[in-house]
């Protein structure tokens, strides 16, 4: 009787796991169907305001910026990690752990300062690098991550001294069932240069310097490079909650068909011993 007793409880068990799994399955997609509302706006954005920079760049070829073009040697370089605020999401952080060691094993240096942006990859940092994590935001969602763009941003043009590297180590998204982790430089700024020629004889009418309007569009450009490598793991992370969730759910499934079925043997078993028991006696 007491096995039936601990079956049953497993059984009841197994099925609250399988309601939760289920409804977090379903709220990661409602979230992902979300975002994705925003992702061509967001997309197109950033686009235009390279082509724009491309566009203005052209008439200040020997353009520089002390912040965002710095020079010398490579001597405080600044590593950003965008992650999870939560977890039950597969190898999305994961992931994200053996870029950060792979780049700080091929790029050695003692003078890294790291941000963060998530729970996941706070506690990381704080685990593996507790006096390197400069700043750090443990809130990430839909409704705050252009305001962590623009304060990552802020800490980037006014710190001192100033950056001279910036890479941002964050989960990609290539479609729903694949995220990927990538590495992004940041800094020093690079935003291409212009090849095609009708590009270059366009002719503009400047109300101020070129190189001051290209400096205010390169921040820009950087903030909006965050904003959109942010939106990007956003995405990347409802996605992979998804996959996680709806492979919990499937494996609790069968996991209660096969306990279920087993209870019931045992129950059989049980019932036929006492009817037999009982009819021996007579």
């Not at 008439?59 to 405080?76: E, M, Q, V, Y």
């Not at 990690?81 to 752990?97: E, M, Y």
């Not at 935001?137 to 710190?159: G, K, S």
């Not at 982790?181 to 009708?198: C, M, Q």
Request: hydrophobic residues 40%; charged residues 20%.
């Amino acid at each position: 009787m007491s096995k039936l007793i601990q079956m049953r409880n497993r059984i009841k068990t197994i099925e609250t796991i399988k309601k939760i799994t289920d409804v977090m399955r379903i709220i990661s997609m409602s979230a992902h169907s979300r975002l994705k509302i925003k992702q061509e706006p967001l997309s197109e954005y950033l686009h235009e305001l390279k082509t724009l920079l491309r566009k203005v760049q052209s008439a200040t070829p020997l353009w520089t910026h002390p912040r965002l073009i710095p020079s010398g040697d490579n001597t405080k370089p600044l590593i950003i990690i965008i992650g999870s605020q939560k977890g039950l999401c597969g190898g999305f952080n994961t992931q994200l752990a053996k870029f950060l060691n792979e780049y700080v094993k091929q790029n050695p240096s003692p003078r890294y300062h790291f941000t963060a942006i998530g729970k996941k990859p706070i506690d990381y940092l704080i685990e593996h690098h507790p006096d390197k994590l400069i700043c750090s935001f443990p809130i990430l969602t839909a409704r705050n991550f252009l305001t962590i763009a623009q304060e990552v941003t802020d800490l980037i043009m006014t710190a001192t001294p100033v950056y001279t590297s910036v890479t941002i180590i964050s989960n990609v998204f290539k479609n729903f069932f694949v995220q990927k982790a990538t590495i992004t430089h940041l800094i020093p700024f690079n935003p291409g240069h212009i090849t095609e020629k009708s590009s270059l004889a366009e002719e503009y009418t400047w109300d101020e310097a070129p190189e001051h309007i290209l400096s205010t569009l390169a921040m820009q450009y950087i903030e909006a490079q965050l904003q959109h490598l942010i939106f990007q793991s956003l995405l990347s992370e409802h996605a992979a909650r998804f996959i996680s969730m709806d492979s919990s759910t499937r494996n609790a499934h069968n996991l209660l068909n096969a306990t279920r079925l087993e209870y019931n043997k045992v129950r059989q078993a049980k019932i036929t011993t006492e009817i037999t028991e009982l009819t021996g006696n007579f």
